[in-house]
């Protein structure tokens, strides 16, 4: 009974579509997210005819939910972007490469900016020094060990996709070299 009932509220809502163009995104809304919740294909869900009156019960229980939220449209995640700044003889990433919490695995989250790295670097000449830095801390010693640990792993890294390891050095620095923008937990790319 209740799937007769959502197929008749999902019918009627396509024919008040056609009918009325002004509310139409608000019911297409409407209609998707009943169609999800009952997991039926569009088709079936619009397949019957309801009465007028499952139309108008439908109509004010939802009326007030299909006007709070609007359908947005979903934003396309922007792609982190790799380019080489010939001035300060360094790779430029649009985005900071991102490491679990406290350590030095990297997370999947840099894959894509990884693969781009690769593919900047093996159209460039010259070494690539890869710089591990840390902001701040109390025990200087294991924030170089964790700078170091970094470069290391974002060096093996782009080993595995295709860079020449004689092509590639890492050192880690901890905190002693500042970014000057607040951007000191990073890793960077210099060519030599």
Do not use: C, W
């Not at 197929?7 to 999800?36: H, P, T």
């Not at 030095?104 to 890869?130: P, W, Y």
């Not at 792993?153 to 020449?164: D, H, M, S, Y």
Request: no cysteine.
């Amino acid at each position: 009974e209740d799937l007769k009932k959502v197929q008749e509220e999902l019918k009627s809502a396509s024919e008040q579509l056609e009918k009325n163009n002004e509310d139409g995104q608000k019911i297409l809304f409407l209609i998707d997210e009943m169609v999800n919740k009952t997991n039926l294909p569009k088709s079936t869900a619009t397949s019957r005819a309801p009465s007028k009156s499952t139309m108008s019960r439908a109509s004010s229980k939802r009326s007030v939910k299909s006007r709070s939220r609007s359908p947005s449209p979903k934003k396309k995640k922007k792609e982190p972007t790799v380019v080489v700044n010939k001035r300060s003889g360094k790779i430029d990433l649009s985005e900071q490469l991102q490491f679990k919490t406290g350590s030095a695995d990297l997370s999947s989250k840099s894959n894509q900016i990884l693969n781009q790295l690769m593919t900047v670097i093996n159209s460039i000449e010259g070494k690539i020094r890869i710089e591990g830095h840390t902001g701040k801390g109390k025990n200087e010693k294991k924030l170089k060990i964790l700078s170091q640990n970094r470069a290391k792993n974002v060096k093996e890294a782009l080993i595995k996709r295709g860079v020449p390891e004689s092509r590639l050095v890492s050192k880690g620095y901890g905190s002693l070299k500042p970014s000057g923008d607040g951007n000191d937990k990073r890793v960077e790319f210099h060519i030599i």
